[in-house]
């Protein structure tokens, strides 16, 4: 079988303050990075955070809508075959996406 692949959207409305700490939660995970990928979509420009995700080969999306247009965005431009969502203001918990990604591998035959 091959190998599953995950994608994170991160979504950002105006909340400069709490989207590296989502960021970074996504990134600090005990999957592979091969395994995975982090799209982030906010309406903002910021320098900092900008080059933060820059660095880390996170795909950052800027545009106005709705909550819905940014996650059909997201959706769309995403490579996974497991979407995974997480808001600008939520962390995960260090093994979720290698807990989520186990889960799958039982259940796809």
Avoid: C, P, W
Avoid at 8 to 36: G, H, M, P, W
Avoid at 65 to 73: F, M, N, P, S
Wanted: net charge negative; hydrophobic share 40%.
């Amino acid at each position: 079988m091959e190998d599953l692949f995950i994608s994170v959207i991160i979504t950002a409305y105006n909340r400069k303050e709490f989207l590296l700490d989502a960021v970074k939660s996504a990134l600090n995970q005990t999957l592979s990075k091969e395994k995975y990928e982090i799209i982030v979509i906010k309406n903002y420009n910021d320098d900092n955070i900008d080059e933060f995700l820059n660095k880390n080969n996170i795909k950052n999306i800027i545009m106005d809508g709705t909550i819905g247009e940014y996650l059909y965005k997201g959706i769309n431009e995403s490579k996974g075959d497991i979407i995974s969502f997480l808001d600008d203001d939520d962390l995960f918990f260090n093994n979720k996406l290698e807990y989520v990604y186990n889960l799958f591998k039982k259940i796809i035959i």
